[in-house]
Structure formats: structure tokens, C-alpha cells
């Protein structure tokens, strides 16, 4: 799968200051009692989701996340400072697996957390205790201890973190319908666009971000031809793609449209959708037809009487010169926003 972002990290907690063994010394107290504090506790790693990142890219390029160590104690009573914890924010939707190496060469991996929301933490690698100063070694029997404890020890961890994306748009259409095109033109994505069908082999995706940060997430999938639910073409594989996304934007080429039924043009594919599985089926779908910019004003006219006759709403647009794209991003984003509040709201619930 194309949609998964991987980094594998090391993680190290402080070890545990060590207590202190003193005795207390002054010139009135010849015979003093112990006086050695407590070593302070190492740092802990935490792990805590973010939704301001959306990447593992610097993962990869920082590896080593290592917490510093507790202070010792010291004489007359005073305690070792605990070590700051280091916080790690990673993206929400983060999996979080512990790899294990074997005396064989060979690795396993066991699931430690799923970074479910914002601000969600995981202790992932706990800093140890500080050891205990001489002074709580007292006893009726030894009133001058000359014992500490030493810190406990930290723990280190290899990490692989896992993250996939899930598009909240699936684009879907024919082949050359324009899809690359207009992930192209609304995101920094680059795919490849060509006069060819099954120019996109591979899904790509765009992400465009609004004033608030938001973020929507374009998946652009190979173009889909008829007997794609049954395997036809680069069919069902890239099905599955779409499924886990918020709605679908279908896009119909000018040149593809039946120019006397123009809405029917989206039946074929929405077929094989029905055949494919009922969800994708039920899935919201926003109608597009692109490439106006190949049309004249006449004939575009009647494309959309014939249209609006039937009821539907559909987005005119030239993927190419950006024709009516910021229409249909308005509708897109306000789509996006209701529903991901809707979710939300369930979630809470
Ligand atoms: N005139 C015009 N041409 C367009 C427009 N959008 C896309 N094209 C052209 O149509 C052809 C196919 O575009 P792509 O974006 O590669 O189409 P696609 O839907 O991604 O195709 P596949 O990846 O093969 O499924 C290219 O030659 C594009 O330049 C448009 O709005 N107007
Ligand atoms: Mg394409």
C-alpha cells in the first residue's frame, strides 16, 4: 500500500539519579545522622499526538529520542532533581510498534499504541526511580548507615512508527478524465498527467490546507473502466482506496458526456460501485464535469439545461485552466468540515 508513512526510531528514558550516603557533620553535632537525599527520577518519553503534523518525514532523519538521566542525591537532606520529561509529538493516526530483535537475526514487532487524537500521551519508555539516600536506612540498630541505593536503571526501546493516511476524497473516473490534472491544480502534488488512459498507475495523493490548518487529503486512483468491480483494467485493487474516505468527487470528461442524457454519464462507473461493495455505493458523491474549457458557451449551455432539468447538482469545471475549481473547492471544504463535525460528534458520543 502507497498510503502508509514509516520511520523507525530509538527511544531511551534517564536512569534513575542514585541516593547519597552522608553523614551529617558540624561542629556541635560530632555524632550526626545520616543526612544523604534521594536521587531524582531519570525522564520519561512520552509520545503524544498532533494534529499539526501530518507526515513521519522527520523521524527519518532524527532517530534518537533520549530522555536525560535523574540527579544524584546529595549531603544534608538534599534531594536529586528529576529529569525533565521529553515530549514527542507525532502525527494523530500514529501506530506505534515496539521491534523486538531476536538472538537469531530475526525481529519481531508487537503493537504498543495507536495515537488515536490530539493530545493523547503514551509513557513509552519510563525514566527510572531515583535511588533512596542513607537517611531512610535508619534503624533502631544501625543509626549511622552508610548505604544508598544506587538509581534504578532506564529502559530503551526500538520503535517503528507507522502512519497511514487516510484520504478524505477519493476522485474517481475514467481513464484521462482529467484527475491527475486537477489534483494537480488544487494541491503540490505532482502526478503524472498524459493524453494516454492508465497514465496513473499508483495512487497519489494532494493535501491542501485552509486558513485554519485544516487539511483535506485528495486521493487521485488509477481510472476506472467498466468490469472494474469484476478485475477489469487496473479495477478492484484500487477500490479499496476510496473506501475509507469521507465522500467521492466524480469526474466526466467533456468528450466522454452523452450528449443527450449528460447525466447518465456517471452510471457506469456508479455500477460498478453498487457491484463492488454497498458502502462505496452510499457513498456521498459530488458530480464534476471538466474540461469545459473544450466546449463553447452554446454547447455548454445545453449540457446544463439538460442537466438542471434532471434535479442534480453538478460542478462545471476546467481542471486545466481552473475554470469554476474554486466553486467546487468551497463545496468540497464545507462537505469536508460538516461531516468530519458529524464524526466527531458520534465519536463523542
Ligand atoms: N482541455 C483540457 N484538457 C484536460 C483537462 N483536464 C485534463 N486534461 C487533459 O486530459 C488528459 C488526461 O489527463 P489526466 O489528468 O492525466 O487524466 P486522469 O484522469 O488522471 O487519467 P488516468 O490517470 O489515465 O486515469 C491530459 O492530456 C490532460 O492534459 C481540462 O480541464 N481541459
Ligand atoms: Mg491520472
Avoid at 156 to 173: S, T
Wanted: aromatic share 6%.
Amino acid at each position: 500500500m502507497r498510503f502508509v508513512d514509516e520511520a523507525t526510531i530509538k527511544v531511551r528514558s534517564g536512569k534513575g539519579g542514585n541516593g547519597c550516603a552522608s553523614l551529617r557533620r558540624a561542629a556541635n553535632l560530632p555524632k550526626g545522622g545520616p543526612d544523604g537525599g534521594d536521587g531524582g527520577k531519570g525522564g520519561d518519553v512520552v509520545f503524544r499526538g498532533t494534529n499539526v503534523l501530518m507526515s513521519l518525514y522527520d523521524f527519518r532523519l532524527h532517530r534518537h529520542y533520549f530522555a536525560k538521566c535523574g540527579e544524584s542525591g546529595m549531603g544534608g537532606d538534599r534531594y536529586g532533581k528529576a529529569a525533565d520529561t521529553l515530549y514527542v509529538d507525532l502525527p494523530v493516526g500514529t501506530l506505534i510498534y515496539e521491534i523486538t530483535e531476536h538472538e537469531d537475526g530475526t525481529e519481531t514487532e508487537v503493537l504498543l499504541a495507536d495515537l488515536v487524537s490530539h493530545g493523547t500521551e503514551i509513557v513509552i519508555v519510563a525514566g527510572g526511580r531515583g535511588g533512596r539516600g542513607n537517611l531512610h536506612f535508619k534503624t533502631s540498630v544501625n543509626r549511622t548507615p552508610r548505604t544508598a541505593e544506587d538509581g534504578f536503571p532506564n529502559e530503551e526501546k526500538r520503535i517503528r512508527l507507522e502512519l497511514k493516511i487516510l484520504a478524505d476524497v477519493g476522485l474517481l473516473g475514467l481513464p484521462s478524465a482529467g484527475k491527475s490534472t486537477f489534483i494537480a491544480q488544487v494541491s503540490a502534488a505532482r502526478p503524472k498527467i498524459a493524453a494516454y488512459p492508465f497514465t496513473t498507475l499508483v495512487p497519489n495523493l494532494g493535501v491542501i490546507e485552509d486558513d485554519d490548518y485544516e487539511r483535506m487529503v485528495i486521493a487521485d486512483i488509477p481510472g476506472l473502466i467498466e468490469g472494474a468491480s469484476e478485475g477489469r483494467g487496473l479495477g478492484i485493487q484500487f477500490l479499496k482506496h476510496v473506501e475509507r474516505t469521507r465522500f467521492l468527487l466524480h469526474i466526466l470528461a467533456a468528450e466522454d458526456l452523452n450528449r443527450e442524457n449528460p447525466i447518465d454519464g456517471y452510471d457506469m462507473l456508479n455500477q460498478e460501485l453498487r457491484e463492488y461493495s454497498t458502502e462505496l455505493d452510499e457513498k456521498m458523491q459530488i458530480k464534476v464535469i471538466n474540461k469545459i474549457d473544450t466546449l463553447d458557451e452554446e454547447e455548454l449551455a445545453e449540457i446544463k439545461a439538460k442537466i438542471d432539468a434532471t434535479g442534480e447538482k453538478v460542478f462545471y469545471i476546467s481542471a486545466l485552466t481552473g475554470e469554476g475549481v474554486d466553486e467546487l473547492l468551497k463545496t468540497m471544504w464545507s462537505q469536508l468540515l460538516e461531516m468530519n463535525a458529524k464524526e466527531e460528534a458520534k465519536q463523542a458520543e
